[in-house]
């Protein structure tokens, strides 16, 4: 079995020559590790290889985490992502943990990670997660709803709106894949274009089984868990 370090720089080469392939600069699709599940000596070994992004989904286990790396390694530059279902009784820790946040997806949300983000923290780094595939069973904005909520979270003095989030739906045939991850991109070309004054960078899209698809159709950040950590053991969830 590789070592986390190897599967990172396997991980990294493979992005680098998918970006290759597409005619994209270098370093234009940053990697977030996945470490959902997985303990705090999976995510140092990960941050020794010099991996500084991780995303967590669920909010007390991420909690935990940020709160170890702080305690006993506050010198490591660690940059912490939520990607998982916000609950809105939970929205104060999301608040007062993680530097990103992939998943706001309604009104409520954004503004209760506002006016929990502690003083003193920078603003909370923001996506819209979008529900590209119209399956009514994921969460996420419709089309229609993103630029009302765009709106709102700009206005928000403590949210720094980025970019957009999807999750498509699990399908293995590449042209499938890669209609669905244009479709956001366009979104976020049309949200760009409605609003010039905010710095939409950022497309967080791809996972370990369609990461070449996103990369193809624009993703900026590709969020990879299993390729890196391995398969995870969900036996003490739920
Ligand atoms: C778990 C998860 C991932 C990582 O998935 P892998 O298939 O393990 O790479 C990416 N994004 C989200 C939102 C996830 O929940």
Known sequence: MNSIQQN?????????????????????????????????????????????AFGENYVQE?????????????????????????????????????????TVD?????????????????PIQVLIQVNTSGESSKSGTSDS??????????????????GLMSIPANVSDYQSQLVAFKQLAELKDKLAARYPELNLDTLSMGMSGDMQAAIEAGSTMVRIGTAIFGARDYSNKN
């Open 145 to 162: 709803d993103i630029f009302e909520l765009a709106a709102l979270i700009s206005s928000l003095p403590n949210l720094t709106l980025r």
């Open 62 to 102: 991420g909690a935990d985490k940020v709160a170890y790396f702080n305690d006993h390694y506050p010198n490591l530059p660690l940059e912490w992502h939520f990607i998982g279902p916000i609950q809105s009784n939970k929205s104060r820790h999301v608040a007062g943990n993680f530097d990103w946040v992939h």
């Open 8 to 52: 990172i720089e396997q991980i990294t080469s493979q992005i680098e020559a998918i970006q290759k392939k597409c005619g994209r600069p270098r370093d234009s699709v940053q990697l977030l590790a996945v470490s959902k599940t997985k303990p705090v000596e999976a995510i140092l070994e990960a941050a020794n290889a010099g991996q500084v």
């Open 106 to 122: 309604r009104d409520k949300i954004a503004q209760r990670l506002n006016d929990q983000r502690p003083e003193g923290l920078p």
